[in-house]
């Protein structure tokens, strides 16, 4: 088996198939003992074969699937969720120009950290910094792995032991179980809580600050859960003018972070990094893929001198993302600079779609598929924690099925994978989510769908 794999592999390395066909064996032998004498064994023959098929998926992403083996890459699905910002999806797609971008990075050598001028190494490459500095009016910037390694840095602006004064209704758990006193206990600092859970003000501050126990104020945006009732939210002004008055630091963390105006959608106001810091926040930290809308990066901007020193901080090197991400992030920011965030940024795209043009899609391809499925007003919401409770109008193609679970796993999988949701046992595609361009594959997925032995057919 191992000869013809190795006269038929497109392999500099053949040794690096032994272990790869010795594994394809032994799954062998435990299908045929699984048997008990039922099974017939393959030949050689095919098990060549698909050993050269595994092998190829580990490269080409079209292969993976047939091989039964993860590929290089996730699969590829269409998002008919209704959910913009999916987490489990890995949030939006990246604009058209920030994947260019990155892969340009990647495809040859660059002058990351090398002054052309001198010939000698220079400051690293910063296009993004720049960006968001015209961008939010801060005097600096600085672009890490994630929001929340970002975060983590920043806190560390109090000082080892050093301590943070945070609302009690702001000590909230982020993506992955990680919550906010854990980081800023992982940070070296420590934690003085103020407030109440449902309402804080301005004074509830003043006593930490006063006998110089905090030195920094850390907020955090609620952007991933709303309190509703008798509430009260500190005002950031005034907290930091009381931060201020006692040489103490105001750290703003956003979460996901909106560089347009969400309202000018219909949505609620998302605070801005623009905003936070002319309120006097010194330093404000976001996502870079969320409402941003590119890759994955946790933004800082603030002072110059916070910034600096955060930039000259160890962990900076171990959180810092590679030419390729920042080339991605500097493509996604300069779209905003540009005035084109609207039109190219996927997720604004989606957001910024009209009810009546999904109605108009919806109604077409409902049409185009037959009396078992119809158009409907749905709602869409943003997700990846970005702008709770908040919902968007929206249509889609509900398709009448014996079995929504069935129909749904049938969608999954495949090529053309779609991945749809389920309300109230109905099996529901929400073109909110659904880049028009995919329309014509959506459409020849639910026709074969409904043609097979999952129609609900009277």
């Known amino acids: 088996m191992l000869a013809l794999v190795r006269a038929d592999?497109?392999?500099?390395?053949?040794?690096?198939?032994?272990?790869?066909?010795?594994?394809?064996?032994?799954?062998?032998?435990?299908?045929?003992?699984?048997?008990?004498?039922?099974?017939?064994?393959?030949?050689?023959?095919?098990?060549?074969?698909?050993?050269l098929a595994i092998a190829a998926s580990f490269t080409d992403p079209t292969s993976a699937g047939d091989a039964g083996v993860p590929g290089p890459v996730p699969p590829t699905v269409i998002n008919a969720t209704g959910v913009i910002l999916h987490t489990n999806l890995g949030r939006a797609p990246w604009p058209r120009v920030a994947i260019e971008a990155a892969s340009a990075a990647a495809v040859e050598y660059g002058y990351?950290?090398?002054?052309?001028?001198?010939?000698?190494?220079g400051r690293r490459f910063r296009a993004a910094e720049e960006h968001l500095v015209a961008l939010t009016g801060a005097e600096a910037a600085l672009v890490v792995g994630n929001n929340a390694a970002a975060l983590l840095l920043a806190v560390g602006l109090a000082g080892r032991r050093g301590s943070v004064a945070v609302s009690r209704g702001e000590l909230v758990g982020i993506g992955g179980g990680v919550r906010i006193p854990e980081i800023i206990?992982?940070?070296?600092?420590r934690l003085i809580e103020v407030g109440t859970t449902n309402r804080t003000r301005a004074a509830d501050y003043e006593a930490p600050l006063a006998d110089g126990r905090a030195k920094a104020v850390l907020r955090v945006h609620p952007s991933n859960f709303a309190q509703t009732g008798f509430t009260e939210t500190a005002d950031l002004a005034e907290v930091a003018a009381s931060a201020h008055r006692h040489d103490a630091l105001v750290i703003d963390d956003l979460g996901s972070g909106a560089l347009l105006d969400t309202a000018a959608f219909g949505l609620a106001h998302e605070p801005t990094p623009r905003e936070r810091l002319a309120a006097g926040a010194d330093v404000v930290v976001f996502s870079g893929d969320k409402l941003v809308g590119g890759p994955q990066a946790g933004l800082v901007v603030g002072r110059r001198v916070l910034i600096d020193k955060l930039r000259r901080d160890p962990l900076a090197r171990a959180m810092r993302p590679d030419k390729s991400i920042l080339a991605g992030v500097a493509a996604t920011l300069g779209l905003y600079r540009a005035g084109r965030a609207e039109a190219e940024i996927p997720v604004w795209r989606m957001i910024a779609a009209s009810a009546d043009s999904l109605r108009?899609?919806?109604?077409?391809?409902?049409?185009?598929?037959?009396?078992?499925?119809s158009a409907a007003p749905l709602q869409a919401t943003v997700g990846g924690g970005s702008l709770p409770g908040q919902t968007m109008p929206s249509w889609g193609v509900v398709l009448a099925v014996r079995s929504a679970d069935a129909a749904a796993l049938e969608l999954r999988q495949g090529l053309d994978r779609i991945l749809a949701r389920i309300d109230d046992g109905r099996l529901i595609c929400d073109l909110r989510t659904v880049d028009p361009a995919h329309d014509a594959t959506v459409e020849r997925r639910l026709a074969a769908l409904l043609t097979s032995h999952l129609a609900d057919r009277p």
Do not use: I, W, Y
């Open 185 to 189: 206990a992982r940070a070296g600092a």
């Open 112 to 121: 990351l950290e090398l002054d052309e001028a001198t010939g000698k190494r």
């Open 9 to 51: 592999a497109n392999a500099t390395e053949p040794e690096a198939l032994t272990e790869l066909a010795r594994d394809v064996l032994a799954a062998e032998r435990d299908r045929l003992l699984a048997s008990r004498g039922h099974a017939q064994a393959r030949t050689p023959r095919e098990l060549a074969d698909t050993v």
């Open 360 to 373: 108009v899609r919806a109604e077409r391809m409902a049409a185009s598929l037959g009396s078992s499925a």
